[in-house]
C-alpha cells in the first residue's frame, strides 16, 4: 500500500479507485485555471474529516482543490463506466469532467472514515466526448448546497467540502464562470462501473469490482464464497440500500431530475446534482427536468425508476452470478422494501408508529396536500407545529385551523383530522412530545429552487454571502431560525420561471 502524508492537506493519502489499475482508471491531470478564489469552504465537513481550521489557507490549497496539484501518495484518475441514459443504452461514458485526487485516511479521532476526493469541473478528461470537462459556478453552487442539504436532512449523499471559482470563462448559452466543487464520498462507484464491463463480457474485471468492494467493505457484506454467492449478495444489499434512498427522497419531496444508471450510486448515496429541485407545490407527477420530454424521472415514477435501475446492475452481474432466477428473486425483493421503508418514513412524519393505518393516513395526507398543490415543506412541517400546539382534546382543533384553510377546509380535511388526531391520542406519547419528534424529521428549509438561484445571482455578482447563510441553513434543518422566516415561506410566484434541465 503506498501511502504518504501531504504538509499542505495533513491527512494520509494513498491510491483509491486507482489502485484497480489501467482497464478502471485513466491517469490524467487537471486543466489548471487562473486566478482561482474560494468561493465557500465547509467547514464542518472539514472538522469531520479532522482538518485543522486553518487548511484551507495553507499554501497550495487552491492549486489543490482548484487545479488538481497531485498530492503525494496519490494518483489523479479519471473512471471508465458505461450506462442507461432515459432508459437508451448509450454505451461508454465515464468522468468527463471529474478527477478522483485519491483516498484519504482519517486521523485518530476523526468522525468520518477513508474519503475519496474528487473534482468536479477540472477539464477534459479521455470521457469528456464532445464536452470541456468544466463546470459553471451556477451548477457548482447548486450541487455544493445541496449535497450538504442532503446530508443535514440525514439522506445518504456525496458530500462537498469546496467551491473554488475563476474567471476562465467556460461556454454554455452565454460565457459563464468557471468553477469547481471537491466532493466527497466513500466510494464514487455507480451502477455504470458494472455496466460497462459487463457490456464488453469482462468477467475478470466484475470479479475484481466485486472484490474490491468486499475488501473495502464499502456494503459490510455478510461472508460468502468469492463467484456467484458474493455478486447476490452485493445485489441484496444494494437493493436495499437503494429502496431505503428511494423511500427518504419521497419523504422529503426531493426529485433528482436525471436518474439514468450512471448517476446511481452502489454504496446507495444520492449522487450527481443537476437537475434537482425540491419540489415547492405538491403534485405527484412533477418533472423537474426540463429536458425529461416525457416524464420518465418525475417525481412519482423515482422507485419504479431505481427498481429499473437495479434490473440493469443484475443483468451486468449476470456473467458473474449466471443464474437468472436467483437474481430476478432478489431484485424482486425491491417493492417489498421499499413500501416497508416508506412505512416507516410516512409513520415518524406524522408521529406515529409504522403500520398500515399510518401509511394509509400519510397517503391520505399527500392527497390533500395534493389538491391544492400545498408547500410540501410547509405542510408537514405546519402539521408538526400544530400537534406540539394541540391541547389533546378531540373538540379542539385550534392550532389546526391555518393548515386546514391551506388544505382545502371541507369535509375531506376534517375526516382526515378527526382520523389522525384519533391515531395520536393512542400513542404513548404527549401531543406536545409528539410534535416535536415530528419536528425533527419534518424540515424547516431545504434549497428551493428559488433560494438557490438568489444565491447564484448573487455570487455572480461578486458575494458569496448568500451561500454561506443558506450552507448554515440546510445543515441544520431542523432548527427553527428567529429572523430566517422567509427561508421557509412558500415560493414566490416569479420561481415558476426558473427553468432547470440536465444543463443544469
Request: aromatic share 10%; hydrophobic share 40%; net charge negative.
Amino acid at each position: 500500500m503506498d501511502v504518504s502524508h501531504n504538509p499542505a492537506l495533513p491527512l494520509t493519502w494513498r491510491d483509491g479507485y486507482a489502485r484497480l489499475g489501467p482497464t478502471f482508471a485513466t491517469p490524467w491531470q487537471a486543466t489548471p485555471m487562473t486566478d482561482l478564489q474560494w468561493v465557500s469552504v465547509n467547514h464542518r465537513l472539514a472538522q469531520d474529516l479532522g482538518l485543522p481550521h486553518d487548511w484551507y489557507q495553507r499554501p497550495g490549497m487552491l492549486d489543490v482543490l482548484g487545479n488538481g496539484q497531485p498530492l503525494p501518495g496519490a494518483s489523479t484518475v479519471a473512471t471508465v463506466y458505461s450506462g442507461h441514459q432515459f432508459g437508451v443504452w448509450a454505451g461508454q461514458l465515464g468522468d468527463g469532467r471529474a478527477l478522483l485526487l485519491g483516498e484519504s485516511l482519517p486521523p485518530p479521532g476523526a468522525a468520518l472514515g477513508p474519503q475519496e476526493w474528487q473534482l468536479k469541473g477540472a477539464g477534459r478528461t479521455p470521457y469528456s466526448r464532445m464536452g470541456d470537462g468544466r463546470a459553471v459556478l451556477r451548477s457548482s453552487i447548486r450541487e455544493y448546497l445541496c449535497s450538504e442539504a442532503m446530508h443535514g436532512l440525514g439522506i445518504p449523499t456525496t458530500r462537498a467540502l469546496s467551491l473554488v471559482s475563476s474567471p476562465t470563462p467556460v461556454f454554455r448559452e452565454e460565457p459563464e464562470t468557471a468553477a469547481v466543487v471537491a466532493r466527497l464520498a466513500p466510494s464514487f462507484l455507480r451502477f455504470g462501473h458494472f455496466e460497462h464491463f459487463a457490456s464488453r463480457d469482462n468477467v475478470q474485471a466484475l470479479e475484481q469490482l466485486i472484490d474490491y468492494v468486499d475488501a473495502e467493505n464499502f456494503l459490510a457484506l455478510p461472508r460468502t464464497q468469492p463467484g456467484r454467492e458474493r455478486a447476490l449478495a452485493l445485489l441484496d444489499v444494494v437493493v436495499q440500500r437503494t429502496a431505503s434512498l428511494m423511500a427518504q427522497w419521497q419523504s422529503v419531496g426531493f426529485c433528482h431530475g436525471v436518474m439514468n444508471t450512471d448517476n446511481m450510486s452502489l454504496l446507495g448515496l444520492t449522487l450527481d446534482y443537476g437537475p434537482f429541485q425540491f419540489m415547492d407545490g405538491y403534485h405527484p407527477g412533477h418533472i423537474c427536468n426540463h429536458s425529461d420530454h416525457h416524464g420518465r424521472y418525475a417525481f412519482d415514477q423515482q422507485p419504479r425508476v431505481a427498481h429499473w435501475n437495479l434490473f440493469c446492475l443484475g443483468q451486468a452481474l449476470m456473467p458473474v452470478v449466471d443464474d437468472v432466477q436467483a437474481t430476478v428473486e432478489v431484485l424482486n425483493t425491491f417493492t417489498a422494501r421499499y413500501e416497508q421503508a416508506w412505512g416507516v418514513q410516512v409513520a415518524r412524519k406524522l408521529g406515529l408508529p409504522a403500520s398500515a393505518s399510518a401509511t394509509t393516513l400519510g397517503d391520505a395526507f399527500l392527497a390533500l396536500m395534493a389538491r391544492q398543490q400545498a408547500d410540501h415543506t410547509g405542510a408537514w412541517r405546519g402539521l408538526s407545529h400544530a400537534v406540539r400546539d394541540w391541547s389533546g382534546r378531540s373538540d379542539d382543533t385550534t392550532s389546526f385551523a391555518e393548515l386546514g384553510h391551506q388544505l382545502g377546509a371541507d369535509d375531506a380535511w376534517d375526516r382526515w383530522l378527526s382520523d389522525y388526531l384519533q391515531a395520536v391520542l393512542q400513542t404513548t406519547s404527549s401531543p406536545a412530545a409528539c410534535g416535536e419528534a415530528m419536528r425533527r424529521v419534518n424540515p424547516a428549509y431545504v434549497l428551493h429552487n428559488h433560494l438557490g438561484e438568489i444565491a447564484i445571482r448573487r455570487a455572480q455578482e461578486g458575494d458569496f454571502s448568500e451561500i454561506e447563510t443558506l450552507l448554515s441553513l440546510l445543515s441544520d434543518p431542523y432548527d427553527d431560525r428567529p429572523g430566517f422566516d422567509a427561508y421557509a415561506a412558500p415560493a414566490p410566484p416569479w420561481a415558476q420561471s426558473i427553468a432547470i434541465s440536465c444543463s443544469s
